[in-house]
């Protein structure tokens, strides 16, 4: 079992919903159950879907779960971008958001790059 507290990538995961909550206030009051929740739930499985991951004692079973919050980082993306499109933020306000999910997204990619071409402990180091 892998302790996701130490893991950087689950960390900046943590740093990122709190910046998400921190949006909550600009976006429209009659949005709560509409994108304001979609976007919080995406945001809260990115770190805890690589928890749940470290919990796994296969390697095939944590890759699924980095996959699984690799979606939702797209997911998150993705409710964003509608956020922006529909004017309820504007992209200036989403910036350092946007720029703390796209260092998560590419994370997620490469520690999962590495687990499918074979564990090496050296690059493995980068996330713990």
């Keep these: 079992m892998r ?5 950087n ?7 990122l919903v709190k910046q998400v909550y921190g949006l909550k206030n600009l976006l429209p009051a009659e949005e709560k159950f509409g994108p304001i929740s979609q976007i ?5 499985s990115i770190p805890s879907n ?3 991951g470290c919990s796994r004692n296969s390697t095939t079973d944590y890759k699924r779960f980095l996959e699984m919050a690799q979606g939702s980082a797209f997911e998150l993306e993705t409710h964003l971008a509608i956020c922006i499109e529909l004017n309820y933020i ?5 910036e350092p ?9 590419q994370m997620l990619n490469s520690l999962i790059t590495i687990i499918k071409n074979g564990t090496n402990s050296e690059r493995l180091k980068a996330y713990s």
């Design 3 to 7: 302790d996701f507290r130490k893991l």
């Design 9 to 15: 990538i689950w960390q900046q995961g943590i740093q």
């Design 40 to 44: 919080c739930r995406a945001a809260i």
């Design 50 to 52: 690589i928890a749940e």
């Design 90 to 94: 504007s992209s200036e306000k989403l």
């Design 97 to 105: 958001v946007l720029s703390l999910l796209y260092k998560e997204q």
